[in-house]
């Protein structure tokens, strides 16, 4: 029996690239799953938010991931990247780290976050995003989310993100085909 593919694509922050700390732990702990294939979308060619959404699509549309079966998970502009992507196509599962939501100089700020599953982890100390606002987005669409006491970058909290991440991944992968 074949098992069905699951796609995890992983969208990194501004100023990071797809082999930064964050993006890697979480993509080790997406290939432990047998089905699933984990991408890290680089997005270092271009800064501009609408390139990366574009990008991110891209990255979707090359390797056929089916939606139901897609898990985004984005740091800071990758935050709003993968927001983005799940409001334009719902998705299964949209865990965001610190996403550049509710920010004036972003095209569509509060996207509506169309997942099956979403998650945000944020920093109390984040002084690049603030918590704030994303706390109200959060609450308006009923979206679950961890403050912890860290800054924009997380860098304090990796532990505790790849341990909230395979638990997000286990609800999102629970009775759809995997072991």
């Known amino acids: 029996m074949t098992l069905p593919i699951f796609h995890v694509f992983l969208s990194h922050g501004l100023e990071s690239g797809p082999g930064s700390t964050k993006i890697q732990a979480m993509k080790a702990v997406s290939e432990k799953y047998r089905g ?15 390139t990366r959404l574009k990008q991110m699509q891209a990255a979707m549309e090359r390797v056929g991931a089916d939606p139901q079966r897609t898990v985004l998970a984005g740091s800071s502009m990758g935050g709003w990247v993968c927001a983005q992507t799940s409001a334009m196509t719902p998705v299964l599962g949209c865990f965001l780290l610190a996403p550049a939501l509710a920010l004036l100089n972003y095209p569509q700020s509060r996207p509506q976050i169309c997942a099956t599953f979403s998650q945000i982890i944020h920093g109390w100390e984040d ?25 924009h970058r997380l860098e304090n909290s990796v532990q505790r993100i790849t341990q909230e991440f395979e638990r997000f991944l286990k609800t999102c992968l629970k009775d759809r085909n995997t072991p």
């Not at 002084?127 to 800054?151: F, K, R, T, W, Y």
């Open 127 to 151: 002084d690049v995003v603030p918590v704030m606002p994303v706390l109200e987005l959060a609450q308006q669409q009923g979206i679950s989310v961890l403050v912890l006491n860290d800054g």
């Open 36 to 50: 699933v294939v984990a991408e890290a979308v680089d997005h270092r060619s271009s800064k501009d938010p609408t």
